[in-house]
């Protein structure tokens, strides 16, 4: 059972040669293999792959993490370069993805459009499919895991360089991959296409969740609106009420306190003129 870097390295990427994966020379500068490790982590990051493939994304980005830091260390990277073995001890309590996100700032959806721009049909897309199809002996499942932005629709072009690479005996000819039977070809292709599918059904309820989350914002802000209206209505209204009483003289108390008064004192003068009636 793997257990050693390297070993794990062979497990999910086909190879023990460090230099061979990242796709560059044994002399590679630092930068070199810097840009390599960023290009081959983009495939493997667990944020960038549906939830079903992360386990096996995360140790995927482990392991190349690992062989970044190999490279990336002058000593580490002498003692593989003279004896072909890695110091698997003192990554114990290493957090990867925080080491990771130190090197690069965050990836957006921007960030890979124009890489896939970039990659589609340049030297270093030959140079990948050359690799996973020599590493995965001709399977083409193997081929849609490595090859960024691979998909079933590329199957023509990418058999048409691969093709180019038998006639020119650059790399031998697997039947599996010439001659692919109907039956595999079709259970990808229908993986595939159930992936797709629920990749659009993700994307589609992603951007329901927005508007409905808009919709409720603008509800709000509605109903906000429509209470402070009311409260104006309510309270303005009254306050030129107030205003009106008020210029015409004398505010409402004060006039409700003098008729009682009035009153009081018309009823003094009738018992005063009674009295005097009764006295004659």
């Known amino acids: 059972m793997p257990s050693g870097t390297l070993d794990v390295c062979e497990k999910y990427y086909g190879t023990r040669n460090i230099y061979e994966l990242f796709g560059v020379e044994k002399s590679a500068s630092e930068q070199e293999i810097k840009k390599a490790y960023y290009r081959l ?19 995927k980005f482990k392991i190349l993490s690992k062989l970044y ?14 004896r072909g073995i890695v110091d698997d001890l003192d ?31 340049s030297e270093t897309e030959r140079n990948d499919i050359k690799r996973a ?41 697997y039947a599996i991959f010439t001659k692919e039977p109907k039956a595999k070809r079709d259970r990808r292709h229908k993986k595939y296409a159930r992936e797709a599918k629920l990749a659009s059904e993700m994307k589609q309820h992603q951007e329901d969740l927005s508007a409905l989350q808009q919709q409720i914002a ?41 008729r009682k ?6 009823r003094a003068s009738k018992a005063k003129t009674e009295k005097r009636k009764s006295s004659k």
């Open 41 to 59: 982590s983009l495939q493997t990051h667990p944020d960038r792959v549906p939830d079903s493939d992360k386990k096996e994304a995360t140790e």
């Open 69 to 82: 830091s190999v490279l990336s260390n002058k000593d580490s990277r002498a003692i593989y370069d003279e």
């Open 91 to 121: 990554d114990t309590t290493t957090n990867w993805m925080a080491r990771w996100q130190q090197f690069f700032k965050p990836i957006t959806t921007e960030d890979i459009d124009n890489y896939k721009k970039q990659f589609i049909g």
């Open 133 to 173: 199809y020599v590493s995965g002996k001709g399977c083409k499942n193997y081929m849609m895991q490595t090859v960024p932005f691979m998909t079933c629709e590329d199957e023509p072009r990418i058999a048409d360089i691969v093709q180019e690479m038998i006639d020119s005996k650059e790399v031998p000819e």
């Open 218 to 258: 603008v509800k709000r802000r509605s109903a906000f609106s429509s209470l402070i209206d009311s409260l104006e209505s309510k309270y303005c209204n009254n306050d030129d009420e107030n205003e009106e009483l008020f210029e015409l003289g004398t505010p409402p108390k004060t006039r409700k306190t003098t």
């Open 261 to 266: 008064q009035e009153a009081r004192s018309g």
